[in-house]
Every structure is written in C-alpha cells, then in structure tokens.
C-alpha cells in the first residue's frame, strides 16, 4: 500500500475512532505532568487499573520532584509494590524525580529528547507526556496501538520506534495523540490480543484482514 493511500485510509479511521469513542483520555489518574511520568513508568508491565490504586498513596507522600527526590529507597518500594518490578521502578522514580530538580530545574522537559534522558523512561512514556501534558504531536506505540496498525495495514513490523517513525508520517500530527488512546480502549475491548472482534469492530470497512 502507498504512503498516500495509507494517509487516506488513516485520515478515514481517524473519523470512524471519534464516532466510536468519542473521549480519548489516558486512562492513568494524574494531576501535573510529573505525576503523569511517574505513572506512566509504574505502568510498565503492570496495568493502569493497579497503577491507578497505587498512585494515590504515592503521590500524597511524595507530590512533587522535589520531594521524591529526597526520599527513602524503602518507602518507595513499600508504596508500589504491588506494580511488579517494584525494586527497579523505586530506584528509577527516585532517579526521575533528582535529575529533574537538577537538570531541569524541578520542570518536567518537554521533548522527547529530554524525557528519554530520565532513568527508565523510554519513548512510549516520553511521547505520552510529550502529547498529553504539552499537547504536541506523539505516537504512543502501546501493545495495542502497534496490533492495531499491523491489523489495518499501516505497518508490518512489531518494532516500536519503527511502527512509530511510520505512523508519524501517515496520521494527521494533530489527531495522533488521540488515535493512540482510542487504540488502547479499542484494542481492550474489540482488537484484542487474542482474538478479533471484527463482527463489532468500527474499522471493518477499512481493515486489511476484510480485504480478500
């Protein structure tokens, strides 16, 4: 399929996910754009619902960067425990929180280029933070974003920076943040990992697994 048939196509599913979930938030619970990092780390691995009981506690302990990073390796791992890979997230909040107060005086950066120079933030997390707090073009390339662009025909690789370098260049920049959340709720509820629901799925008439 050609990049300008794939633009159309994109431009089409845009239209039919807006219909279908007409709210595209991020499902984490935050309240600034730290707390939006430091969600967005806990989540890996773990799913929003767990992170979103954890976060409460954490975030009234520890509020800020500034207060983070002057905290307990031991208490944080005793606040999120519960996410998985609690040893090595402590180590990388406490790490996020110190080098913002250092490198960025108590901000969180606002490109994907500062973001992914924190400990343990990758792309995925720095284009969620990049798209929703500072409302610039982002592709989240999630597990179901990346099912869903393999399964409408976009891209035919699972690589992450690559799905998302392919996807940057055929949805509209200023609706792509949104597409990525409504992938996500799409891909929990109709796309799913196991099985596609394609007898209730909004893109039947655009999908390449309809098209014989």
């Known amino acids: 399929m050609k990049i300008n048939d794939k633009k159309a196509i994109a431009e ?22 730290f707390q939006l990092l ?7 691995q773990c799913t929003d619902a767990r992170v979103n009981i954890v976060t409460p506690a954490l ?19 005793e606040l999120i425990k519960t996410c998985g890979l609690y040893k090595t997230k402590a180590k990388d909040l406490i790490g ?10 108590g901000k969180v950066p606002d490109t994907i280029e500062e973001l992914t120079k924190l400990p343990g933030v990758g ?3 720095a ?4 798209g929703d707090i500072y ?7 999630d597990t179901h974003f990346i099912r869903l662009c393999n399964r409408l025909g976009f891209v035919n690789t699972t690589d992450p920076l690559k799905v998302e370098n392919a996807m940057r260049d055929i949805l509209p920049p200023l609706e792509s943040n949104a597409f990525c959340h409504r992938a996500v709720l799409h891909g929990r509820a109709v796309c799913t990992a ?3 629901f394609c007898e209730r799925c909004c893109f039947n008439e655009i999908c390449q697994k309809n098209i014989k």
Request: net charge positive; with cysteine.
């Open 135 to 141: 409302n610039k073009p982002a592709v989240v390339t």
């Open 127 to 130: 284009n969620l933070v990049v």
């Open 194 to 196: 196991r099985k596609a």
């Open 38 to 44: 430091i969600a967005t780390r806990l989540s890996a």
């Open 59 to 77: 975030f009234k302990r520890f509020p800020t960067a500034a207060d983070m990073a002057v905290a307990e390796l031991s208490q944080v791992e």
């Open 123 to 125: 792309r995925k997390t």
């Open 12 to 33: 089409k599913a845009v239209e039919l996910f807006k219909a279908e979930y007409p709210n595209a938030i991020c499902s984490l619970d935050y309240s600034d754009a």
């Open 96 to 105: 996020i929180a110190k080098m913002i107060c250092s490198d960025y005086e």
